[in-house]
């Protein structure tokens, strides 16, 4: 009998939760410097996980926590675009 298949499980920059990976929303900065959202979280790049919630989007940019994950200045126009492209999965 195969062992049990193991479950991803990634941590939210926001409320530091854990969760399976499936269920969260991943932000990836690729080698060019481009942050986006990565529905399929195949995309290559750093990336960074958050909760698939409203709460944890509007902390994301209350408290600039893109700038400590990528270690980067990340402009208020991504955060903007970041939350616009999250609605319009919802």
Same mark, same amino acid.
């Given at each position: 009998m195969p062992a049990p298949r193991k479950i991803p499980m990634r941590q939210c920059i926001a409320c530091r939760e854990e969760k399976p990976k499936r269920e969260m929303?991943?932000?990836?900065? $690729? #080698? #060019?410097?481009?942050?986006? &959202?990565?529905?399929?979280?195949? &995309?290559?790049?750093?990336? #960074?996980?958050?909760c698939n919630s409203e709460a944890c989007?509007?902390?994301?940019?209350?408290?600039?926590?893109? $700038?400590? #994950?990528?270690s980067c200045e990340v402009s208020e126009e991504i955060y903007t675009r970041i939350e616009e492209e999250f609605r319009a999965e919802k």
């Amino acid at each position: 009998m195969p062992a049990p298949r193991k479950i991803p499980m990634r941590q939210c920059i926001a409320c530091r939760e854990e969760k399976p990976k499936r269920e969260m929303l991943r932000v990836v900065k $690729n #080698a #060019a410097g481009e942050i986006s &959202l990565d529905f399929s979280g195949k &995309l290559p790049g750093r990336g #960074a996980y958050l909760c698939n919630s409203e709460a944890c989007v509007k902390r994301l940019r209350k408290q600039r926590l893109l $700038n400590r #994950a990528f270690s980067c200045e990340v402009s208020e126009e991504i955060y903007t675009r970041i939350e616009e492209e999250f609605r319009a999965e919802k």
